[in-house]
């Protein structure tokens, strides 16, 4: 029998906050290894106990009423939640790592859990940031939301994945050590890979504790996003939290297969992801966005006891495509509209300067639309996206099937 055992304060801000850092290990209790003594495993077996104590029914005493004596069992009070082997009581926030695999220089391959467990009882959300090591900006919307929160006034739960690739966020890289893509492993594998069995763990963590899931993201690879979420189409609830975020542009799509949010969605959680800002940057407005976006589908799901915000539906994208460069038009790229500008077919959306000789290509818009992400100023080549158009429609109802992009040479649509 082995489990997790943490010794240090339950978060950052509790009393005797600055002690040394949390030792979080497996331990066997009943064998003595990993350093484990006697007093160690009294203590964990006292704190069993005592939370199955406090778990357990109350049972109503009989009561007569006109000569019917009624017996029943009342439900069990708003408890502790359970995670990682930890439990937090209600009206309390903690903090804690997932210890997820070993290191080549056997130290631990993790990344921070931190929660909310509110006072009365309610739903529970999940909160996922830095899948993407380069995607900072999302980073920040956790910390703000974490700081922001006061569980005294909750009705249920917030669980905060908020540097899930932590290796990456250290060294700048989008990608895992192992060189994949984590956000197109889900669920992940136990015997697969280092990003498999990251993916795994968090999806498990995820699919068993929350209700709905917000994945955060920025544009990739030099690439800017107005804020906006992205949502599968045929989740009806999904789509109602989509337009509570309040964001002012949803994109309907299922998203690549191995994404978290497509996973989870599957899985039958209600679950959509928050696009703003490019890599390597953190943005204020759009992280002011997207802490209020959480928020607001707090207060939409009754977490929170604040009004929540929508959007209209005339903010609904139904499809988008991508402007790219032209076969031998590369050369030094420059803008000529803003990200968010709504374009008209024709309209001139930047320019492609040829550095060796006087040549100037045009990039026009093929359709009409909103600009909803667009690549910076850079040296670009043949075929790299330019720019994300998308494409408004009234005609939105739960059962259409809709594709996120129509080109299937798209840059990662979902982070």
């Not at 859990?113 to 309610?122: D, N, P, S, T």
């Not at 802490?291 to 609904?316: H, R, Y």
């Not at 330019?386 to 109802?397: A, Q, T, W, Y």
């Amino acid at each position: 029998m082995a489990y997790l055992a943490y010794t240090g304060n339950s978060h950052p801000g509790a009393a005797g906050a600055g002690r040394a850092r949390p030792d979080c290990r497996w331990y066997r209790p009943w064998t003595g290894t990993g350093g484990l003594d006697m007093l160690r495993a009294l203590r964990w077996l006292g704190g069993v106990l005592l939370l199955s104590l406090c778990m357990t029914p109350v049972v109503a005493q009989d009561e007569s009423v006109d000569g019917v004596v009624a017996s029943e069992t009342a439900a069990a009070p708003w408890g502790p939640l359970l995670i990682l082997d930890h439990a937090v009581l209600p009206g309390n926030k903690s903090a804690f790592l997932l210890e997820e695999d070993q290191d080549f220089d056997s130290s631990f391959v993790n990344s921070s859990v931190w929660v909310v467990h509110g006072q009365a009882e309610g739903p529970a959300l999940c909160l996922t940031a830095g899948i993407h090591g380069d995607e900072i900006n999302g980073v920040e919307i956790a910390r703000r939301v974490f700081s922001e929160l006061d569980p005294a006034g909750m009705s249920g739960s917030v669980i905060i994945l908020p540097m899930i690739n932590l290796s990456g966020i250290r060294s700048g890289e989008r990608y895992m050590a192992d060189r994949r893509d984590l956000n197109r492993l889900f669920p992940g594998r136990r015997d697969g890979s280092l990003s498999s069995i990251v993916a795994g763990s968090v999806f498990k963590l995820v699919s068993t504790h929350c209700k709905a899931l917000i994945d955060l993201h920025t544009g990739s690879f030099s690439r800017l996003n107005t804020p906006q979420i992205r949502v599968t189409v045929d989740r009806p609830s999904a789509v109602d939290m989509a337009r509570h975020f309040g964001s002012g542009v949803v994109v309907l799509g299922d998203g690549p297969r191995g994404s978290l949010r497509r996973e989870a969605s599957e899985f039958g959680l209600d679950a959509i992801i928050y696009e703003a800002g490019g890599p390597h940057r953190f943005d204020p407005e759009a992280a002011r966005v997207g802490a209020d976006g959480v928020l607001s589908v707090m207060a939409w799901m009754g977490i929170l006891q604040t009004p929540a915000k929508t959007i209209p539906f005339n903010s609904i994208f139904r499809r988008t495509y991508w402007e790219r460069v032209p076969l031998r038009g590369g050369g030094f790229f420059f803008p000529e509209v803003d990200i968010g500008a709504r374009v008209e077919a024709g309209d001139k959306l930047g320019t492609i300067h040829a550095p060796g000789y006087d040549k100037e290509t045009p990039i026009l818009a093929r359709r009409g639309g909103t600009v909803i992400g667009m690549a910076v100023p850079q040296i670009v080549l043949s075929g790299y996206a330019l720019f994300n158009i998308g494409i408004e429609g009234s005609d939105v109802f739960p059962g259409l099937l809709l594709q996120e992009s129509s080109d299937p040479r798209a840059p990662e649509i979902d982070g």
